[in-house]
């Protein structure tokens, strides 16, 4: 056995196929089964797969609230910081269309979904209030969004959000019409950037 591990990588590889395919395949779907849970359980690979898992569930669009199921946010008392300390009043926000996310840089779904995130907020910043908020520091936030290029603001909350927008896991986001109906309201990674939420966007900023 000594002689194929003399040769070169590819042979290796060859001979490590050859053992698999003389195995039985009850045996070789447990050797398989293992390598996963090993790849799952060591925090270096963990994560990496997790965010390439939940790519593939970042590729649809989010459900827009049918109109006699949305709730109203009454309650604006919200006040926040952004990541180079400048304070934000969320009254300022009342009559504008809004675009709210909680995330975090340690949560595949959030990581997963930030690309088209970027992409919207890219196209719609000068329209839409857009508010991404995380209680992480100020310095894992700019490390993430220099490593990332990433160009949004990042906002942590000062005082209690309001109720209804309780976000007990994340990513969580919701999308606000300017009369504070709740027409988007997705826990979980989407395409943020798809032509569903153009057009919802492009509808709600419509003058009556």
């Known amino acids: 056995m000594t002689k194929y ?49 939940q790519k593939g569930l970042a590729k649809f669009s989010p459900s827009v609230v049918d109109k006699e199921d949305r709730v109203t946010l009454t309650d604006y008392n919200w006040q926040l910081v952004d990541e180079h300390g400048l304070g934000y009043d969320f009254n300022q926000a009342k009559g504008k269309v809004i675009f709210i ?58 005082n209690a959000h309001p109720e209804i927008l309780e976000a007990t896991s994340i990513p969580r986001t919701f999308v606000i019409d300017q009369e504070g109906h709740i027409v988007i309201d997705k826990t979980g990674a989407a395409d943020w950037n798809s032509q569903t939420v153009r057009t919802l966007l492009d509808d709600l900023l419509k003058p009556e």
């Open 5 to 53: 591990f003399n040769k070169t990588p590819n042979v290796c590889w060859e001979f490590f196929v050859f053992l698999i395919m003389k195995i039985s395949k009850s045996q070789r779907n447990n050797i398989i089964f293992l390598v996963i849970i090993l790849i799952m359980i060591i925090p270096q690979t963990r994560q990496p797969i997790q965010i390439l898992l």
């Open 101 to 158: 996310n909680f995330w975090a840089t340690w949560c595949p779904p959030c990581i997963a979904e930030m690309p088209s995130m970027e992409k919207l907020y890219q196209a719609y910043k000068n329209e839409v209030v857009f508010l991404f908020v995380s209680g992480e520091s100020q310095d894992v936030i700019s490390k993430f969004k220099e490593k990332n290029d990433y160009q949004f603001t990042v906002h942590s909350s000062i």
